[in-house]
């Protein structure tokens, strides 16, 4: 499924009131469905449907709530033969949105769902299993690692192999930028991607518009909005490129496709 010469490029489909960074916009299904067909062609190599915020302080979205939002927008885009991810963390929306033509599942908890490996595992999904510390309502408080990569590496070794274990064929493994984490720890964590890579699974990155570049690049005190995170976005999502990775998660989705051909086109010449 994923390209060897350059990253897949995943495309954010948020079906949210309150995403950090276009929480409201696709909230109605003819919305997210025109949005999806907008970054299908400027790039996107599979679509990443998610009902419910993990920015920090998010509340919870109960499961009815966000079977209403994503299912709809799953069916119309597996119709249309794009690829879809769910990003859930509930196996029964999981289970549902795989039955309804997705074909990954997305966990920001890497299966804190007792069930989640097992749904994937019957459905023959690919599972992205991301590391977290907390949980979204209170992550950002005081993230505390005494030697972050290792941690985060061996959290997620540890997960893929419960996945793999419950018979999932295909797992990628996520460091979870923001989720729970200082601006150090993310630069730490983007600073040794090989680590993660040495693993041998898939590597997918998500850097987009998240709020340590707004961090690093304001001013005075103040976080850069959100509108203004691209190029930081992009010199992120790059070094994850040449570090490796295999699946970078992203907003702006026609200007990472032309940074990932550019990079890509260098690294394949003689
Ligand atoms: N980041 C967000 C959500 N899901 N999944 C993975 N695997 N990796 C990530 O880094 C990741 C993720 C947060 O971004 P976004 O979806 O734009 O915001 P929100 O959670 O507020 O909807």
Known sequence: MLPN??????????????S????????????????AE???????????????????GAPPV?????????LPVVQALASRGWVVSIDT????????????????VNDVTAGRDPEMAATCAEAG???????????????????????????VRAFLVERARVFEDAGVAEVWIDPGIGFGKTVAHNLCL????????????PVLIGVSRKSFIGRLLGSGGASLPVEERLEGTLAAQAWAQVAGCRVLRAHDVREARRTIEV???????E
Do not use: W
């Not at 963390?89 to 990954?104: E, F, I, P, T």
């Not at 209170?138 to 690692?145: A, S």
């Not at 983007?190 to 699974?201: D, I, Q």
């Open 263 to 269: 990079l890509a086109a260098i690294a394949k010449s």
């Open 89 to 104: 963390s509930k196996a029964s929306v999981a289970r549902a949105a795989l039955a309804a033509g997705a074909s990954m």
């Open 20 to 35: 950090f960074s276009d929480g409201g916009l696709f909230f109605d299904d003819r919305a997210a469905v025109g949005h």
């Open 38 to 56: 907008t970054m299908i062609a400027e790039g996107a190599d599979l679509l990443d449907v998610g009902g419910e915020s993990t920015r920090p």
């Open 5 to 18: 010469d350059r990253p897949a490029l995943m495309g954010i489909l948020n079906v949210t009131p309150d």
């Open 190 to 201: 983007l600073r040794h991607l090989a680590t993660l890579v040495e693993t041998g699974y």
């Open 62 to 70: 109960v499961e009815q709530e966000e079977l209403r939002r994503v």
């Open 125 to 151: 999904a690919t599972a992205c299993l991301m590391h977290m510390q907390g949980e979204p309502r209170t992550m950002q408080q005081d993230p505390t690692y005494t030697d972050v990569v290792t941690e």
